[in-house]
């Protein structure tokens, strides 16, 4: 399926990912980063670590609400593959992002802006492997 | 007062990523369809993320400390390994294959769509796994079984 080219609304919600990013640093001094957060969470170092983790995670689970509020609707979720692609894709992220340290906003947001070798490393790595993966699901394997 | 700072940061996070189409594989997968229906809205994203954090850290950091916590834990380790690269591919592996990012997923469970309740389970149980594996690693590496 096409989706629309929307470059403003897509620029906007990055420099908000963005600003996100600062302010955590600003504020608690971490780095962004949804794999971490969750991490922290399943396993937390204490109580208190726990708490800002999970006040983090039901901000973040807010944010389609002030997008409804504004826009009138939830924000698109449109899913193209099987359940069964779902789960298998999540059980790679899972097993991935653990064994490589991060994720898209870790590694391609925090790391990206702190210059960190080790994130554009990481970054170079998981987009080449999107791209060709959804290169041989789309026009590989039969199509 | 540090607890709803805290949670204000995710609701920007959130609304950030509903307002980008990060939370939306089909988007996402778009992006990555160079052959097909390619769709470079992701670019955009990425860009506008990174361009704001960098100059927001330079400033972030530049300070002693942050507001509420001792000190600035930000990442320290520069080893670059097939850890790391391996980990990094077979995330993409799975994001190519879902169209969800952790971060994408995580504010897109505030809609309570089905879908991604399940990628979210499965990708909870990958990431369970994979600390079951590095504790098994570990300790057979401890007792000599495997070379480390």
């Known amino acids: 399926m096409t989706t629309e080219f929307t470059p403003l609304a897509s620029l906007a919600g990055g420099a908000l990912i963005g600003l996100a990013a600062v302010a955590l640093m600003a504020a608690r001094g971490r780095v962004f980063g949804a794999t971490g957060i969750l991490a ?11 708490v800002w983790r999970a006040a983090l995670l039901a901000g973040m689970l807010t944010g389609p609400w002030v997008y409804m509020a504004a826009a009138g609707s939830f924000p698109a979720i449109d899913v ?3 359940t069964p692609a779902l789960l298998l894709g999540g059980l790679l992220v899972g097993l991935g992002v653990s064994y490589g340290s991060g994720c898209t906003s870790g590694h391609g947001v925090c790391g990206l802006a702190r210059l960190s070798p080790r994130s554009i490393t990481a970054t170079l ?6 791209a060709a993966t959804v290169y041989l699901v789309r026009h590989g394997i039969g199509g | 007062m540090r607890l709803t700072v805290t949670y204000l940061i995710g609701v920007v996070f959130g609304t950030g990523i509903s307002l980008s189409g990060m939370a939306n594989p089909a988007k996402v997968l778009n992006f990555f369809d160079f052959f097909g229906s390619w769709d470079p809205s992701l670019a955009f994203v990425m860009g506008g993320a990174v361009a704001v954090a960098f100059f927001g850290y330079r400033r972030a ?20 390994d097939a850890r790391l690269i391996g980990g990094s591919a077979v995330f993409g592996i799975g994001w190519g294959i879902a169209g969800f990012c952790p971060g994408g997923a995580l504010p897109a469970l505030g809609t309570g769509n089905p879908d991604v309740l399940i990628f979210t389970a499965a990708l909870v149980a990958g990431m369970l796994a994979a600390r079951t594996l590095m504790r098994l690693s570990a300790n057979l590496t401890l007792k000599g ?3 480390a």
């Not at chain 1, 790595?125 to 999107?130: G, L, V």
């Not at chain 2, 530049?62 to 670059?80: G, K, M, T």
């Open chain 1, 40 to 50: 922290g969470l399943l396993s937390p170092a204490s109580s208190g670590d726990w």
């Open chain 2, 145 to 147: 079984l495997i070379r």
């Open chain 1, 125 to 130: 790595s998981f987009m080449a492997s999107t």
């Open chain 2, 61 to 80: 950091l530049a300070r002693p400390a942050p507001l509420f916590d001792p000190h600035f834990q930000v990442p320290a380790s520069r080893v670059i």
């Open chain 1, 80 to 82: 193209p593959v099987s």
